[in-house]
Nanobody
Framework: QVQLVESGGGLVQAGGSLRLSCAAS????????MGWFRQAPGKERETVAV????????YYADSGKGRFTISRDNAKNTVYLQMNSLKLEDTAVYYC?????????????????WGQGTQVTVSS
């Protein structure tokens, strides 16, 4: 089992930055691909960014390219999402998730483990 706990969400003005963290407990964190997802009210959940188990393979949705950076520290069992130049449309609940398979995380469905989410609100 892997337990995931997100933190770092909050209220920020448009153009500002936030760094989300997802701390994992349980076994073999370094074996899992990790992803960040978000869901805004009335919208479907979308994949934001994905990183493979060793950290060299990355995926970004178009919405975050050039503004978001995903990274991980396997020694700390933590994955991060640095979000810069935030826009109003980035407002959502952000979730981290884990799966053994990178492609599964990119697809965003039937992942093994999910966190509880952290709210990000961008104000004008």
């Amino acid at each position: 089992q892997v337990q995931l706990v997100e933190s770092g969400g909050g209220l920020v003005q448009a153009g500002g930055s936030l760094r989300l963290s997802c701390a994992a407990s349980g076994r073999s964190f370094s074996s899992y691909a990790m992803g960040w997802f978000r869901q805004a009210p009335g919208k479907e959940r979308e994949t934001v960014a994905v990183i493979n188990s060793s950290g060299w393979r990355l995926y970004y949705a178009d919405s975050g390219k050039g503004r978001f950076t995903i990274s991980r520290d396997n020694a700390k069992n933590t994955v991060y999402l640095q979000m810069n130049s935030l826009k109003l449309e980035d407002t959502a609940v952000y979730y981290c998730a884990a799966d053994i398979y990178y492609a599964t995380v990119v697809a965003g469905t039937r992942l093994d483990y999910w966190g509880q989410g952290t709210q990000v609100t961008v104000s004008s």
